[in-house]
C-alpha cells in the first residue's frame, strides 16, 4: 500500500473511532437519570416571580415504560395537585403529589414516542401560598 493510501485508511479509522465514542458518550449520558423502575429530575427555582427554573435533567430521557420522579431542590417550594401537566398521552399521575409536596410522581407507559414531549412544571412559594409562574420543559422517550 502506497502512503497516500495508508494515510487515507488511517484518518478514516480515526474518525469511525471517533463517531463510535461520541455515540457511547451520548447514549450514556441520556439513560442517566434513569434506574430500578424510576426516572430522577431535579426542579430548581431561582425565581417565582419570573417563572425562572430549571429541571435536571432537560430533557428527561426515558428508554422505556417507567415512573419520573421530580423532587423540588429549593425549600420553601411545593407541588400543588397539577404540580406537574404533561402535554402527551400515555402519563399518569401515580401518586401525583407526594413527600409533603417535595415530589410529584407520573407513570409514562411510553407509547408517546415523540422526541420533544413538553410538560409545565407548577410549584407554589410556601411562605405566602403564591403560585409561580410556570415553567416548560421536555421528556424524550426513547
Known amino acids: 500500500m502506497n502512503p497516500t493510501a495508508r494515510r487515507k ?3 478514516s479509522g480515526w474518525i469511525l473511532a471517533a463517531t463510535w465514542c ?3 458518550i451520548s447514549t450514556q449520558a441520556d439513560a ?5 423502575g424510576v426516572c430522577k429530575a431535579d426542579v430548581t ?5 419570573s417563572g425562572t427554573m430549571s429541571v435536571d435533567p432537560e430533557p428527561i430521557t426515558v428508554p422505556a415504560p417507567n415512573n419520573i420522579e421530580w423532587t423540588i431542590a429549593t425549600p ?11 402535554n402527551g398521552s400515555g402519563f399518569a399521575p401515580r401518586p401525583g403529589v407526594n ?7 407520573v407513570h409514562d407507559d411510553h407509547t408517546d414516542k415523540r422526541p420533544d414531549i413538553k410538560y409545565t412544571v407548577r410549584v407554589v412559594r410556601d411562605a405566602d401560598g403564591v403560585t409561580c409562574a410556570p415553567y416548560d420543559p421536555r421528556i424524550r422517550n426513547l
Not at 413527600?99 to 410522581?105: A, C, H
Request: net charge positive; with cysteine.
Open 99 to 105: 413527600g409533603n409536596g417535595r415530589k410529584f410522581t
Open 45 to 49: 427555582v431561582q425565581s417565582c416571580e
Open 76 to 86: 420553601g417550594y411545593s407541588f400543588p395537585q397539577d404540580g406537574i401537566v404533561i
Open 22 to 24: 461520541g455515540l457511547l
Open 32 to 36: 442517566a437519570p434513569c434506574n430500578a
Open 9 to 11: 485508511v488511517f484518518r
